[in-house]
């Protein structure tokens, strides 16, 4: 039966507290709800609870904030003809994607710019897809509780990843290519080159204790390959040492052997764009291939959005610190030959580039150009391969808020600005200094207390020698913005 046209529901989550206990401090309520369990006035909300972080959030409190929700965006769809994407409170906001009577709803604190927080949801959500495939399908055949393990992979993989600067640009972390010697670089991508020469691989990424040292996938890819680097254990185990699933792990037919020591292979789901991004590559195994192996995946319905889903296998081999992540066509885990060949061929090279990362590389510093200079700090964002340099440490220390705040605003505005390509903004304490371009932004501040930087600006404002300054510095960090 049809459920009656709802009413706008009155102080919408006005209960709802904003930092909820066990919530990092930029995110306070994660969930996913099935509206098609709740028709009638009497069923209850719980019923549709598919998954609600944080966990020990009292049910009650789960309930109203589910219900709330749902029932503004059900109002919203049906009058203005769309549900919205962004929600506003004073104090929180919330970023909602719905597919079908699926809803989820990603709270963030009201100073992470919408754009952030509606991506962030939106990597969660591919998470999900990429790694358990439709969600109807999931939620059918596999217990809830097993999937409540999943979120909660994916809401701790995105609270460990993130630095407050590359919260504000949704970045992938990267290794700092000013400390790492440009042969060891080169090194990563020949290996990379040489395993996607094996039949069936597509494309990887080599990732070292959680940052990207090289990459053969587009970004979006990488970001959920980077997932692995966390959870793989020499063992093939994922770090907490239980025992993965059965149906997460494919073994393939080795004539009765088990996998090299160390190596993991898993069934993942591709997008349909992805998918044919990764045929886009010049693949040199494909004039060995009869008819390359493009065609050997059947597309699955039940995407984000309706989109289809191809299922291909995903190939992870550990070395200590050292991840190889390889995607390849479901063919690859059936022949012998092909993962024999990658695992061999790329041993001896991992292990050498392992070493040499370790040595080169500091144990616990920024994934930066340098170590912050005492007179001034900027943040350089390649919005092509999304990857963030900044001067930076990872831990904001109190002065660097001011920065922090200026960036959160900035980028905001260029996302509603298209046009607009340098901004500068300044208060009695800081200036900031913006500019941007099609495939990449650019911040700077310049440190110290400057004079004379309050009321209306002057002609000698130091705000207005930020952009000289900033061409200037920068050059030695391989950004040129002349």
Wanted: charge should be neutral; include cysteine; aromatic fraction near 8%.
């Amino acid at each position: 039966p049809t459920s009656p046209r709802p009413k706008p529901p009155p102080g919408p989550m006005a209960a709802a507290p904003p930092h909820p206990p066990a919530a990092a401090a930029w995110w306070s309520y994660f969930f996913l709800f099935d509206g098609s369990k709740v028709k009638e006035e009497g069923d209850p909300t719980r019923a549709g609870i598919c998954h609600f972080a944080p966990p020990q959030t009292p049910l009650g409190q789960q309930e109203l904030l589910c219900s709330q929700v749902a029932g503004v965006v059900r109002w919203m769809a049906e009058t203005s003809g769309s549900p919205p994407q962004l929600i506003r409170l004073r104090k929180l906001k919330f970023a909602v994607r719905v597919d079908g009577a699926y809803l989820w709803v990603l709270g963030c604190t009201a100073d992470l710019p919408d754009v952030s927080c509606q991506r962030f949801l939106d990597h969660l959500i591919g998470l999900f897809y990429f790694y358990n495939g439709p969600l109807s399908q999931a939620y059918q055949e596999r217990p809830w509780e097993e999937l409540d393990q999943e979120w909660e992979r994916y809401v701790t993989h995105l609270q460990r990843n993130t630095s407050d600067l590359h919260r504000i640009f949704n970045s992938l972390w990267a290794v700092d290519k000013t400390k790492v010697d440009p042969l060891l670089l080169l090194k990563a991508a020949l290996i990379l080159q040489t395993c996607q020469r094996t039949l069936h691989v597509l494309a990887g990424c080599i990732i070292y204790k959680g940052r990207v040292v090289s990459t053969q996938l587009p970004p979006s890819l990488t970001a959920k390959v980077l997932l692995q680097d966390a959870e793989t254990s020499l063992e093939g185990l994922p770090a907490n040492g239980d025992q993965l699933q059965d149906e997460e792990i494919i073994q393939p037919p080795l004539k009765g052997s088990r996998l090299p020591q160390g190596v993991r292979i898993t069934s993942v789901y591709l997008l349909e764009n992805e998918a044919a991004m990764l045929r886009d590559f010049p693949l040199e195994w494909m004039a060995r291939s009869p008819g390359g192996s493009a065609a050997a995946t059947a597309a699955i319905s039940n995407g984000p959005g309706g989109a289809a889903l191809e299922r291909r296998v995903l190939y992870v081999h550990r070395v200590r610190g050292l991840v190889l992540a390889l995607l390849a066509e479901e063919r690859f885990v059936e022949s012998q030959s092909s993962v024999e060949d990658v695992y061999h061929s790329s041993l001896a090279s991992l292990n050498g580039l392992e070493v040499h990362l370790k040595e080169t590389l500091p144990k616990d510093g920024p994934s930066s150009s340098s170590g912050k200079s005492s007179s001034y700090g900027f943040a350089h964002y390649d919005s092509i391969q999304k990857v963030l340099a900044t001067n930076f440490l990872p831990a904001a220390s109190p002065q660097d808020q001011h920065f922090l705040r200026a960036v959160s605003l900035i980028h905001a505005d260029f996302d509603q600005l298209p046009t607009a390509s340098e901004i500068t903004v300044r208060n009695a304490s800081t200036a900031v200094y913006a500019c941007r371009n099609a495939v990449q932004e650019t911040y700077f501040q310049q440190l110290g207390s400057p004079l004379r930087n309050s009321g209306a600006p002057h002609p000698r404002d130091s705000a207005f020698a930020l952009p000289s300054k900033a061409k200037q510095k920068l050059l030695k960090h391989g950004v040129n913005l002349l």
